[in-house]
């Protein structure tokens, strides 16, 4: 069950841009009609494109290519074209081929040129890709395209997640040509393993129709990127296929640059922070959400790493699972993240409740005001190591039999 | 239940020391009489010492009192005094004044003074130390010495551990003085969570009647370590009190030291080999024992680490849990060393089924084949990343709902 205790709002459609999907059975054959697997997002003038990947060394094909587009043609893009089920990952040399294929059929459904595609798989590594399945049905997504679709498309990206990720914000601008003027951002994510800081299994498409050039675009997925997508965890797993696309239509509509892009900048990291949360909410056999706040850290990069190092320990994570308040873990992961730490100047504080204040148990802290905070299904974890005035926050949820049961007893 | 397909042979008393322990009821007061759980090792003679401690940023006090001693009097420990069932470790103020108490307890018990006493303690962390209930039954241990009581000792510093663990090897010397005189060499451990690279929970004291002095005995530990007790990973965390001991009575007995210390370095690693591997075989939930030898590293180092990447990888052990031949995340695991990887020169076995060969599935190689390795108790994943020479081997276990049951349900 995943830790989701609101209702997600409907994504708002973006100007400038068109999705559809389509039924293919990526994953097998008899899933075709079953489930949509094939995501097309297509944008009607050239969008302004910027990227993030993985970071892991295996990257498959669809990785490669991406990047090499954004670097040729990032203002010039037309169509996402991504498919679940598979992630064409780790099959020689084929990849390469299968990769090019089916951005070669996004063109196609798409009515654009090769170049102009960037492409993402997502699902099982290892296996042969269906590249024929795909351009059985990829029709589909053409004749479904539509400016109201991108519910559809966070369904189609789906793989072991429980529901479809989406989110949405509006901001307006007030500059000299624009004035007044409201512009949208809205993304679809999926997770659900694998899920690690620099990008894990893990896709994002955002697209914007607010007039940003590429540098500028890239310059602020990158910062935006740290603060959401590589600030989750959920079990320390990194993936070859991860990608986070940004698509900006606002310059092909003809709206001027942004002068200021402070409140695109807030917008953006908005959508991305509720993305990447949705993940870790929906992680695999996850029954709770922890916020992991690090403060007196010498810099950023310090604070987000030791966060991740407790966000990702086993022995953290299950006593989180089992309401636990189980602090000794947390100061042994806290000494594991490789950081300089002076055990007396640690503090640590769940919710409200102080349990370590300079490397001393406090002396109003019990085990049970620890264990009514541990017990909660969403609660935060503030760790102060007292050495500067940096500071991070990092997702994550707990490890429970359930993750073992989908990865030791089904093939993901 | 553990993966011990075999039985343990007897240890070997060591000439020069003896053997005692006591039920103190550390963990708490209504244990003591029921299990031992304190361990007084006591040399006849001042002995040689040497040491390896956990890498964790927040050591325990008796890891610092450790260090200082072995540092300042390497040529003249005469005991160890170690308790199971409370790590005194994050309990602030006090927990050096008893990590002293304890040493002096340790002292007075093996009638030494107190610079020449080391401590260990393992469990727990954060809560207060019943130095009383020690001092209280510490005279059991005294009155319990003898040459032949290593297996007690084992069985003394358990926590988690299912079994108690212990290894000999003794081996013959041709040299001028001591021709043809046989050395014996015999150690104990304990796991069995937080077990990872760099010094896990885990203890080991290892006892020999080689003659041979500290500087060297040191050189060699780090060595060994480095090949035995940071080659194994049960769940990648690290704890707080991990240390191992070695200390020598050769010399204090009037042996003439060894020139050619090969034999020594030889049989030791394979003790320490032995007693690494069995805290594996006894992980928290492990129900398979595999070995990742990878091979084609430019460095050990490298070829460590990245036998250390997989072998931490939930999605690699719960894959193994399932027996599922998931090369896929294999290869994820892989590429997520850090190190520089090409990905068309990496090759797969498990035990002699070719998975991937320079990047490419086998074509011989079928599911049903892999699923046979993995689905057995023990066996072997051989990487070879094919850029230079260098190789190394990681043992580790699976991860299961043992473990989760054992780590969420009980505080260890």
């Avoid at 300089?340 to 640690?346: H, L, W, Y």
């Avoid at 264990?371 to 760790?383: D, W």
């Amino acid at each position: 069950m995943p830790v989701l205790p609101y209702v997600l709002e409907k994504p708002l459609p973006v100007p400038g841009f068109k999705v559809g999907s389509a039924s293919c059975g990526v994953k097998s054959a008899d899933l075709k009609g079953k489930r949509q697997d094939v995501t097309l997002i297509v944008a009607d003038v050239p969008a302004q494109a910027a990227a993030v990947f993985t970071q892991n060394a295996f990257r498959a094909a669809c990785v490669d290519l991406g990047e090499k587009t954004v670097r040729e043609h990032a203002t010039d893009i037309r169509a996402i074209i991504a498919n679940a089920g598979n992630a064409n990952a780790g099959v020689g040399e084929m990849e390469r081929v299968w990769s090019q294929q089916l951005i070669d059929l996004g063109a196609d459904a798409a009515g654009v040129e090769s170049h102009q595609v960037l492409s993402a798989s997502t699902g099982v590594i290892g296996e042969p890709f269906p590249i024929e399945r795909i351009q059985d049905a990829i029709g589909e997504a053409s004749t479904s395209l539509s400016e109201d679709n991108w519910m559809q498309a966070a369904e189609a990206i789906r793989t072991t997640d429980t529901f479809a990720k989406y989110a949405s914000r509006q901001f307006e601008v007030f500059e000299q040509n624009i004035s007044g003027k409201t512009y949208t951002i809205t993304g679809v994510s999926k997770g659900s393993g694998m899920i690690h800081p620099n990008m894990a299994t893990m896709l994002g498409f955002i697209a914007t129709d607010a007039p940003i050039r590429t540098e500028i675009l890239q310059d602020i997925l990158s910062k935006v990127a740290d603060v959401s997508f590589n600030s989750i965890s959920v079990d320390g797993d990194t993936s070859t296929n991860d990608t986070v696309y940004l698509l900006s239509s606002g310059l092909g509509l003809g709206d001027t640059e942004l002068e200021d892009t402070s409140a695109f900048e807030q917008a953006l990291t908005e959508v991305a922070i509720e993305l990447a949360q949705l993940i870790v909410r929906d992680g695999e056999g996850v029954t709770k959400f922890i916020s992991i706040e690090v403060s007196g850290a010498e810099s950023e990069k310090q604070a987000r790493d030791l966060g991740r190092t407790i966000a990702v320990s086993p022995l953290v994570k299950t006593a989180f699972a089992g309401s636990d308040a189980n602090w000794g873990r947390i100061i042994m992961a806290i000494g594991n993240s490789g950081s300089f730490i002076q055990s007396d100047k640690v503090s640590i504080k769940a919710d409200d409740v102080l349990i370590l204040k300079d490397g001393n148990l406090h002396p109003d802290y019990t085990d049970a005001r620890g264990m009514a905070v541990f017990a909660k299904q969403e609660f935060t974890l503030a760790v102060d190591i007292g050495l500067g005035d940096a500071s991070a926050t990092v997702w994550t949820g707990d490890l429970t039999h359930d993750y073992i049961s989908i990865n030791a007893e089904y093939r993901s």
